[in-house]
């Protein structure tokens, strides 16, 4: 039973810039990996950014260099900066999260928020 709850969703022009972030609560031992997807329209929905506990990440090729992925542990928050935006950024983007429930790292459950969407406007 883990619950995410996204913000920082909105409408801005080319060039501008969002931060999103992913707060997770509930029941968890440990927050392995948690990430950004993203679904534009009539598209299936894609990774653009993950990070692991330890700080390892992982960008999809289009938003190198203008997407930043960041994690506060403290927080099981997960945030993401997005600079430089384009219009072939809409979509709406979900945070995921997998999870551990104990110290035996058995089993890994894996959560979805419910999306925030970004528009951007040439």
């Known amino acids: 039973q883990v619950q995410l709850v996204e913000s920082g969703g909105g409408l801005v022009q080319a060039g501008g810039s969002l931060r999103l972030s992913c707060a997770a609560s509930?029941?968890?031992?440990?927050?392995?990996?948690m990430g950004w997807y993203r679904q534009g329209p009539g598209m299936y929905r894609e990774l653009a950014a993950t990070?692991?506990?330890?700080?390892?990440?992982n960008y999809a090729d289009s938003v190198k260099g203008r997407f930043t992925i960041s994690r506060d542990n403290a927080k099981n928050t997960v945030y993401l900066q997005m600079n430089s935006l384009k219009p072939e950024d809409t979509a709406v983007y979900y945070c995921?999260?997998?999870?551990?429930?104990?110290?035996?790292?058995?089993?890994?459950?894996?959560?979805w928020g419910q999306g925030t969407q970004v528009t951007v406007s040439s």
């Open positions: 995921k999260a997998i999870v551990t429930r104990d110290a035996a790292r058995t089993t890994s459950y894996q959560y």
């Open positions: 509930g029941n968890f031992f440990s927050i392995n990996v």
């Open positions: 990070i692991t506990s330890s700080g390892s990440t």
